[in-house]
Nanobody, 115 residues
């Protein structure tokens, strides 16, 4: 199983970024997935999740600014992040299968730095 994130970077506050996560080695379309964020000294927190059919759920502070989506044909998960804030800085991880609180598979993470 592999989950490979991309799209992170260093940006100014107020701009947009889209993260991508390509999954392989498992039944992508059958699994719920999520994006998680970790900052130094803190636990990894759920940012947004999406069911296998495509129903999204967001952390309250991301509602309206972030959009999670998936393309089951391309086996890719996305996170569109608009109007980025400094507090959005962190390492963003893609995860698949299991539940929102206990994902089975994890990517290596992609750094997002907002200044």
């Amino acid at each position: 199983v592999q989950l490979v994130e991309s799209g992170g970077g260093s940006v100014q506050a107020g701009v947009s970024l889209t993260l991508s996560c390509v999954g392989s080695g498992y039944m992508f379309s059958s699994c719920g997935m999520g994006w998680y964020r970790q900052t130094p000294g803190k636990e990894r927190d759920l940012v947004a999740s999406i069911t296998s059919p495509g129903t999204p759920t967001y952390r309250d502070s991301m509602q309206g600014r972030f959009t999670i989506s998936r393309d089951n044909v391309k086996e890719t998960l996305y996170l569109q992040m608009n109007n980025l804030r400094t507090e959005d800085t962190g390492v963003y991880y893609c995860a698949a299968c299991g539940t929102s609180g206990a994902r089975r598979y994890w990517g290596q993470g992609t750094q997002v730095t907002v200044s």
